[in-house]
């Protein structure tokens, strides 16, 4: 579930620094109770992994704050329809209602959590719990400082409860494609209907339907995907202000990149402002010039990206609601249109 790049990782003996070995993974160094974390070619190494549950404390899916939302609604707008201003908009950090915990914020099935932490799976020491309690051997001494070290995943999206109550100090940075390019493309469409299943946003009996044309597929996938964000911006906002960002990367590498233009100039401020802000990163020409390097090194991979959306077909008509982020995800100063030229309907 959640990945921590080979870069941030104590150099493995036998194996020179970031290697991907996918048989052997990486092995930490004079630890006698060292453990293979396995990487793929990204270098990516799995650390913690899913945090599924077993039936008998709720099923896999349980402790999303998707869950939470889904369960909590009802309940806050009956009895604190007040507050529910504050959750639509994304505006507060209301942790406690009326002097009670409030229910969006809190994990509501500490079974669950205990279980996921405590059952058994492929990572470091067995378990998430032995995982976790692993990290500072994990992690390389010169990154072993608040904010400077982290994991990666998109299904931490759903579990950002979950990771917030495990690093209560972390930042929770949402790294986003463009979603007109992720309806194009769908990758990994039948992992996005079984997840839109197991969160309660669609029913079982429905799923065939959104597989019936184009069209209802990439309704639904869009639908899901700005959904899925949509509610996180709201729960991040509620639940964690001032201990996230969002990051258009593709837009940023297209349209943020040029430091000879005010546009660009624009688009990247109004991005890595919040962001720095949020990693409390002191902002100095050394800083812009090392994201500036990070964005130049990624443009090809992002060109790359957008010429293959470009030749998908697009069902849904320019302007539709499931082609579009949440507003409060939207960056003014990075509007614009960064598909290719050859995109076609």
């Known amino acids: 579930m959640a990945c921590m790049t080979s870069d941030f990782l104590v150099p493995q003996a036998g194996l020179p620094r970031g290697a991907t070995n996918k048989k052997h993974g990486h092995r930490l160094a004079n630890d006698s109770n060292a453990c293979d974390l396995k990487c793929n070619p990204a ?8 945090f599924r549950t077993g039936k008998a404390v709720g099923g896999h899916g349980v402790l999303s704050w998707m869950r939470h939302i889904n369960a909590s609604h009802t309940h806050m707008r009956h009895h604190f329809p007040e507050t529910m201003d504050v959750a639509a908009e994304g505006d507060g950090g209301a942790r406690h209602v009326h002097g009670q915990r409030d229910p969006w914020c809190s994990i509501q099935n500490e079974a669950a959590l205990s279980d996921a932490m405590s059952r058994p799976a492929e990572v470091c020491g067995g378990s998430k719990q032995a995982a976790i309690a692993r990290l500072r051997e994990l992690v390389a001494p010169q990154h072993r400082r608040p904010l400077r070290w982290g994991l990666k995943n998109p299904h931490a999206t759903y579990y950002a409860n979950v990771l917030f109550r495990l690093f209560p100090c ?4 949402n790294t986003v494609r463009d979603l007109p390019v992720m309806v194009r493309t769908a990758k990994h469409f039948e992992s996005r209907v079984q997840e839109a299943v197991r969160y309660g946003v669609i029913s079982e009996a429905s799923v065939k339907s959104h597989k019936s ?8 996938y869009g639908s899901f995907l700005r ?53 409390r990163i002191d902002v100095t020409p050394e800083t812009i010039n090392a994201t500036h390097r990070f964005l130049a090194k990624s443009l090809s991979t992002v060109k790359s990206s957008l010429r293959e ?13 499931a082609l579009a982020w949440p507003m409060a995800m939207n960056v003014e100063a990075c509007r614009g249109d960064i598909m290719p030229q050859q995109a076609r309907r």
């Open 170 to 173: 972390m930042v929770f940075v």
């Open 213 to 220: 044309s184009l069209a209802s597929s990439q309704q639904f």
């Open 227 to 279: 959904r899925v964000n949509g509610g996180l911006h709201r729960w991040l906002a509620r639940c964690e202000p001032h201990r996230y960002a969002h990051m258009p990367l593709q837009r940023l590498v297209i349209l943020g990149a040029d430091q000879r233009s005010s546009a660009s100039s624009a688009c990247f401020h109004a991005v890595m402002g919040p962001l720095y802000r949020a990693l």
């Open 309 to 321: 959306a470009a030749q998908r077909p697009l069902a849904l008509a320019v302007g539709e609601e």
């Open 43 to 50: 270098a990516d190494c799995g650390v913690i992994s899913s």
